[in-house]
């Protein structure tokens, strides 16, 4: 799955086509990054974990940092259909509005708390999917990832 992010101020920010001496800027020269590189080292447990803002909003907004497996925070692990490429849904990452999967999306509002926020990791956000030798890590990791999760959530559809 790619993870597409845009500003929700983009199309404003970006400098007018017609205008050329304006400096060429593309949407991902505006777009802050939203994967803080990880130490690809096991034994420093470092990972990324997704923290759903509360509300009862349809709109779902997120806060993702890097963290440590073994550390204090808890979380919960989530296993979840990845389904078809589209159609999509956005969610705010940091700020940062992402396309994820509807299956993705749909579990997030149902875990989503309306009075706290919940720490959870879900692998199509957790995991910079546009970096392979992380990727490869993670996948590695995964049995740890799930082992140290206070609970691992599974999500099969809204039906």
């Known amino acids: 799955m790619e993870i597409a992010c845009r500003r929700p ?6 400098p007018e086509e017609s205008d050329p001496s304006a400096p060429a800027t593309s949407a991902a020269a505006v ?6 590189p990880l130490a690809l080292d096991s034994s420093q447990g470092n990972n990324r974990l997704l ?3 509360p509300g009862t909003e349809p709109h779902i907004s997120c806060s993702l940092a890097v963290a440590n497996l073994h550390g204090p925070e808890s979380y919960d692990a989530l296993s979840y259909v990845w389904g078809l490429p589209s159609p999509t849904d956005v969610i705010a990452v940091n700020g940062v509005t992402v396309s994820v999967g509807c299956s993705l999306s749909s579990s997030l509002r149902c875990l989503r708390l309306p009075d706290r926020p919940r720490c959870i990791w879900a ?8 970096d392979d030798a992380e990727k490869s890590w ?3 990791m995964m049995a740890d990832i799930y082992r140290y999760a206070e ?3 599974v999500f099969v559809g809204d039906e």
Do not use: F
């Open 31 to 36: 777009c802050p990054p939203l994967y803080a």
């Open 123 to 130: 692998d199509a956000i957790c995991i910079n999917q546009q």
């Open 138 to 140: 993670q996948v590695a």
């Open 151 to 153: 609970n691992v959530r």
């Open 51 to 53: 923290t759903i803002l």
């Open 9 to 14: 101020s983009d199309a404003q920010s970006l």
